[in-house]
T-cell receptor, first 113, second 115 residues
Framework: DAMVIQNPRYQVTQFGKPVTLSCSQT?????MYWYQQKSSQAPKLLFH???????NEADTPDNFQSRRPNTSFCFLDIRSPGLGDAAMYLC????????????FGQGTRLTVV | QKEVEQNSGPLSVPEGAIASLNCTYS??????FFWYRQYSGKSPELIMS?????DKEEDGRFTAQLNKASQYVSLLIRDSQPSDSATYLC??????????????FGRGTQLTVWP
C-alpha cells in the first residue's frame, strides 16, 4: 500500500561523485517536493514540481537538480556531493491547489565519505 | 523561505495531560496549515490540517486551532500518551501567486510524554 516510495533508503557516495535519488508515487498527485533535512532542523524545501512546472527555491545550491519525467516519478540529482550535503532527503506529494496535504516517502539517508 | 517559527522545546508533560504546541507564521497570505509528527529517524506523518476558511479536521485526541489575526496555529493533544513522544512539525502553504504549491516547515517542537 506504499504510496510514496523513495529509493534507496540509504545511500553512501564518495565526495564529488554524482548521485541520484528517486521517488515514485501512486497517488496521481500534481505536486512533488524534494526536501533536505539535517539533524534537529526543519525540512528545507529544495524544489517542487506543480505538474510539469519546475519551481526552484532561491537558496537551493546549483549542485542540486531535479527531473520529473512523468507524473509518477521524480529524481534528485546531486552533481558533486560535498560533506555538507549529508542529510535525509525527503520526497513528498500533494494534490496541489486547494488541498495542500503532503504525504512523505520514507526518505533517503545520504552519507558522503 | 517563508518563516515558520516553533518553540523547539523540549516540551515535557506527564501521561494523561494536555500538550499544547504553537507555531507562528510570517506570511499573512498563508491559507493552509498542517501539523506533522516525526519520530526520530523517520519521515514526517500528517496528523492534522486546518485552513484559513475555518475548515479543519480533528482526530480523536488531536485538535488544531488557527488565529489569523495573530498569525499562529496551535495543536492540542489531549490525554497525552508516551507514544505521542516525537517532534511535531508545523507547515504552512499558500495557494496563489508565486508561492503556489510551496509548503514550508518549522523546525519542530520535541515533545516527551512521561509515564
Amino acid at each position: 500500500d506504499a504510496m510514496v516510495i523513495q529509493n534507496p533508503r540509504y545511500q553512501v557516495t564518495q565526495f564529488g561523485k554524482p548521485v541520484t535519488l528517486s521517488c515514485s508515487q501512486t497517488l496521481n498527485h500534481n505536486v512533488m517536493y524534494w526536501y533536505q533535512q539535517k539533524s534537529s532542523q526543519a525540512p528545507k524545501l529544495l524544489f517542487h514540481y506543480y505538474d510539469k512546472d519546475f519551481n526552484n527555491e532561491a537558496d537551493t545550491p546549483d549542485n542540486f537538480q531535479s527531473r520529473r519525467p512523468n507524473t509518477s516519478f521524480c529524481f534528485l540529482d546531486i552533481r558533486s556531493p560535498g560533506l555538507g550535503d549529508a542529510a535525509m532527503y525527503l520526497c513528498a506529494t500533494s494534490r496541489g491547489q486547494g488541498v495542500g496535504k503532503a504525504f512523505f516517502g520514507q526518505g533517503t539517508r545520504l552519507t558522503v565519505v | 523561505q517563508k518563516e515558520v517559527e516553533q518553540n523547539s522545546g523540549p516540551l515535557s508533560v506527564p501521561e494523561g495531560a494536555i500538550a499544547s504546541l504553537n507555531c507562528t507564521y510570517s506570511d499573512r497570505g498563508s491559507q493552509s496549515f498542517f501539523w506533522y509528527r516525526q519520530y526520530s529517524g523517520k519521515s514526517p506523518e500528517l496528523i492534522m490540517s486546518i485552513y484559513s476558511n475555518g475548515d479543519k479536521e480533528e482526530d480523536g485526541r488531536f485538535t488544531a486551532q488557527l488565529n489569523k489575526a495573530s498569525q499562529y496555529v496551535s495543536l492540542l493533544i489531549r490525554d497525552s500518551q508516551p507514544s505521542d513522544s516525537a517532534t511535531y512539525l508545523c507547515a504552512v502553504t499558500t495557494d496563489r501567486g508565486s508561492t503556489l504549491g510551496r509548503l514550508y516547515f518549522g523546525r519542530g517542537t520535541q515533545l516527551t510524554v512521561w509515564p
